[in-house]
């Protein structure tokens, strides 16, 4: 096992190292000029080439590159050029809260599409079948934005029971955690079904129920567990692509998360803290696919033999 797992550890190096040196120089294709942000439009030329020469921008292109990459190496990102503040500073809040409100939104949507895939798959084409797949439909077709703003109409501005924005406490995690994982939720009910159903016509779950096993154990027990690997698969996934794709959620909701402060730095043209969100998006995702790849080789030993 240890040596799947350190197989798969270094497989991922080459695909950081490719990852950020397409983000580095998607980053220095975006139009505009970075130290005229910094100096401003009533700059002198000899100010602007003197902010280039400081900032290293007149280096060659790869010169630039190995200095960013040893500045990661020793945990510096650079500087704002908005607020001037180092990277790293302005990652500490907003980093927490978008880990707290992507865990939040996972969790629930897990546990309540396990149950309603699970009912679906027991009840097939009876009514706890129909409304369960009812909702998980609505759940994937309701845009977030759009279910973002009817959950604010309603808890916020008519009941007044929730905050329309913030993370100043667990209150303000609710709306936005249920918003960005309803369409998660919908999926892996979707998921467990299919596998569920998939498992009960399976020779062994017919093998349970001839020994005279209840329901009640042959579903959970047996069923169930053996239908999770593609669950955990996709919920792992999931998960990846909520850690960098709260953008629309956290902007309706005004939520202070990695996915606003992207949507703040394109607008203000922020060239480096746009590199370092988008790098450090694209490394949670590696990293969220090496943990499933080893959870699913817990779930199905075959996959270590295979790799191997």
Request: hydrophobic share 50%; net charge positive.
């Amino acid at each position: 096992m240890l040596r799947y797992i350190f197989k798969r550890v270094l497989e991922m190096i080459p695909t950081l190292l490719i990852v950020s040196i397409i983000i580095f120089y998607f980053i220095h294709l975006i139009p505009g000029d970075p130290v005229r942000l910094v100096v401003g439009p009533d700059a002198t030329s000899e100010e602007v080439s003197m902010i280039r020469e400081e900032m290293g921008l007149n280096d060659p292109i790869f010169i630039q590159y190995m200095s960013y990459m040893q500045g990661i190496l020793q945990g510096d990102l650079g500087k704002s050029l908005k607020t001037g503040l180092p990277v790293m500073e302005m990652f500490e809040n907003r980093f927490k809260n978008s880990i707290y409100l992507t865990l939040f939104s996972i969790i629930w949507a897990f546990i309540i599409g396990i149950i309603i895939g699970t009912f679906s798959a027991v009840f097939k084409n009876k009514l706890p079948d129909n409304i369960g797949m009812l909702t998980a439909v609505s759940g994937i077709s309701v845009p977030g934005f759009w279910l973002g703003l009817i959950l604010i109409q309603f808890f916020s501005v008519q009941l007044g029971w929730l905050p329309t924005g913030g993370a100043d406490s667990w209150k303000h995690f609710i709306l936005p955690s249920i918003a960005l994982g309803a369409g998660i939720m919908a999926m892996i009910a979707r998921f467990t079904r299919s596998s569920l159903l998939e498992t009960l016509g399976s020779d062994f779950i017919r093998t349970a129920r001839a020994k005279g096993l209840r329901e009640m154990i042959v579903i959970p027990k047996h069923a169930l567990r053996n239908s999770m690997v593609s669950v955990v698969t996709i919920t792992g996934l999931q998960f990846g692509f909520l850690l960098g794709g709260s953008v629309v959620v956290e902007t309706v909701f005004s939520f202070p998360g990695m996915g606003r402060l992207l949507i703040d730095s394109i607008a203000f043209r922020d060239y480096p803290v746009i590199q370092a969100l988008l790098l450090l998006f694209s490394i949670q995702f590696i990293v969220v696919n090496l943990i499933v790849d080893i959870l699913y080789s817990f779930l199905n030993p075959k996959i270590r033999t295979i790799s191997s």
